[in-house]
């Protein structure tokens, strides 16, 4: 039975994610997401041996870095930028581009499958938490701001990402 609902969650959130393309808006792409059942499931004390402080503040803790303080803000190699907790592929860098916001921005992930999208209400106000399809690492937020051909910005913490030269 529960291999049969973990391929049912599986299903259903491609299904789901497939359907978040196009012009739709970000509350659209939240409600089509399926709520993540984190599919690499680890305690605190395994990410805490697993991760350094400032990446398991960020991934679990859904902690910020300071802006213009991040590995990968001016970063301009080739290649793909993967989940610092799991090695998901997250962002390609023909994807990356100039925000000036002080944080990696990109405007498409790799597949719209390897992230998720959660309502952030902290700070009183709504935002839209990216966090990793694959362990749920809390990546950064994705605004409706970014250039075509998406006009999204997804920005995230340096210290959430690694970097996988092409």
């Known amino acids: 039975m529960n291999n049969f609902l973990s391929t049912l969650v599986i299903l259903l959130t491609f299904s789901a994610t497939s359907a978040c393309s196009g012009n739709q808006g970000l509350q659209e792409k939240r409600n089509q997401t399926i709520a ?3 599919t690499l499931k680890k305690s605190d004390a395994e990410w805490k041996k697993l991760l350094t402080k400032e990446e398991f503040e960020v991934l679990r803790n859904k902690g910020t870095e300071r802006a213009f303080s991040g590995k990968y803000n001016k970063h301009k ?13 997250l962002f390609s860098s023909e994807t990356k581009f100039e925000s000036g916001t002080g944080w990696p921005s990109f405007f498409a992930p790799i597949a719209e499958e390897n992230i998720g999208l959660e309502d952030d209400r902290a700070y009183g ?20 701001d970014g250039p075509k051909p998406t006009g999204l ?13 092409i």
Request: hydrophobic share 35%.
């Open 36 to 38: 993540m059942a984190d």
């Open 77 to 89: 190699e080739e290649g793909i930028y993967t989940c610092a907790a799991c090695a998901n592929p």
């Open 125 to 144: 106000m709504l935002r839209t938490e990216v966090v990793c399809g694959k362990c749920g690492g809390h990546l950064g937020h994705v605004f409706e």
């Open 153 to 165: 910005r997804y920005c995230l913490n340096s210290v959430a990402l690694n970097f996988q030269k």
